[in-house]
């Protein structure tokens, strides 16, 4: 897929072997899209400033080459790019984003809760990327009580896709290769849908 520039945020602990991450990635770089799939720094321990730095690097190095940019984040990935959004520069804009399970800080993670508050408003995730879309659960134990579409989907207006049932959308959720996500990455689909089972078995 030569012309698609991807950078994929992992989030606490990283994404393992397993993880749609990096399943994604694999296919992505198969099909020849660029791909930055970076190991952000001490990830059981994560420093926002250290996450930060990384961040903008990888964001500097996409923007180097020509065709769409994209990038997809999971969990923590999902709060960094909410944190840093209105540092990134006009030239390192980029045009698709997909915040897939952010956690909220009422989830009370120790290792978690240097990342908030975010500061993040609509002004700023508006001017890093031309569409962001937020993809989250029902049931997400990360984000417990009004659930990500209400904590960060509402008062970003972020476009929401709302998973029934899909917990963290992570491997112990069943998702592991996540043929929607390609699609979406892709740009051969413009929401993230719920699918009938887990996306593991398709």
């Known amino acids: 897929m030569p012309g698609l520039r991807a950078l994929i945020l992992h989030g606490w602990h990283g994404s393992g072997p397993d993880h749609?991450?990096?399943w994604l990635a694999g296919r992505l770089r198969d099909?020849?899209?660029h791909v930055q799939y970076p190991t952000l720094p001490d990830c059981e321990v994560p420093c926002p400033d250290r996450w930060g730095a990384a961040l903008h690097r990888?964001?500097?190095a996409l923007a180097r080459g020509e065709g769409?940019?994209?990038v997809i984040a999971h969990s923590l990935g999902c709060v960094l790019w909410l944190r840093e959004a209105a540092q990134i520069r006009p030239e390192h804009r980029v045009d698709r984003v997909v915040l897939?399970?952010?956690p909220c800080p009422g989830a009370k993670v120790l290792e978690l809760a240097r990342f908030y508050p975010t500061g993040a408003d609509k002004a700023?995730?508006?001017a890093a990327a031309g569409h962001t879309r937020l993809v989250c659960a029902d049931d997400d134990p990360y984000c417990p009580g009004r659930g990500a579409a209400e904590h960060w989907g509402r008062p970003l207006e972020l476009v929401v896709d709302l998973l029934p049932g899909?917990?963290?959308l992570n491997v112990e959720a069943g998702y592991g290769p996540w043929p929607a996500m390609e699609a979406w990455a892709r740009g051969e689909a413009e929401a993230l849908r719920a699918e009938t089972g887990p996306p593991v078995n398709a």
């Open 20 to 22: 749609w991450q990096t």
């Open 31 to 33: 099909a020849g899209a």
């Open 124 to 126: 700023a995730i508006d």
């Open 166 to 168: 899909a917990g963290h």
């Open 100 to 102: 897939v399970a952010p």
């Open 58 to 60: 990888e964001v500097r």
């Open 68 to 70: 769409e940019r994209v």
